[in-house]
């Protein structure tokens, strides 16, 4: 990555959600912001620098490279899930049974008690090299 402002900035990694085509928009949204909070505290280089506007007030920090957002499947989902766990990428998951959690611990609890090839994944969240994220994210398409 440079650090001259001029030049276009390139990342290695490449941080993606992918959803379930078949969600209402709400839970599009709902989903995505969920996935994507996993990232942060796990793989702290992907925080930029806080910001600050021209008074002075400061904001938080947030991812220094680009989201991505796909669709797919149900199918396409579980094959994502399987490659993204087999490449041990950074990831967070969604299963259907969060949207009738109210709470982490609940939400916790829900993923808990099914088992990995059960999972009913709605949104899956990858972090890693550009060509491994890619790799997990194959038969996806972007979000329109």
């Not at 440079?2 to 085509?21: N, P, W, Y």
């Not at 099914?114 to 972090?127: C, F, I, S, W, Y």
Request: charged share 25%; proline share 6%; glycine share 6%.
């Amino acid at each position: 990555m440079s650090s001259t402002s001029t030049e276009t900035v390139r990342f290695d990694t490449k941080i993606a959600v992918l959803l379930r085509e078949d969600l209402e928009p709400w839970q599009r949204l709902n989903v995505t912001a969920f996935l994507v909070s996993g990232l942060g505290p796990t793989v702290p280089e992907v925080i930029g620098e806080p910001y600050e506007d021209a008074d002075g007030v400061g904001y938080l920090p947030m991812f220094r490279q680009p989201v991505l957002v796909f669709e797919g499947t149900k199918e396409t989902l579980k094959a994502a899930h399987a490659r993204a766990l087999s490449r041990a990428l950074p990831r967070a998951v969604f299963t259907s049974d969060l949207f009738a959690t109210g709470n982490d611990r609940d939400n916790r609890a829900a993923v808990r008690a099914v088992r990995t090839q059960e999972l009913d994944v709605v949104g899956l969240a990858v972090h890693g090299p550009r060509n491994a994220v890619d790799k997990v994210l194959k038969g996806a398409r972007m979000h329109p």
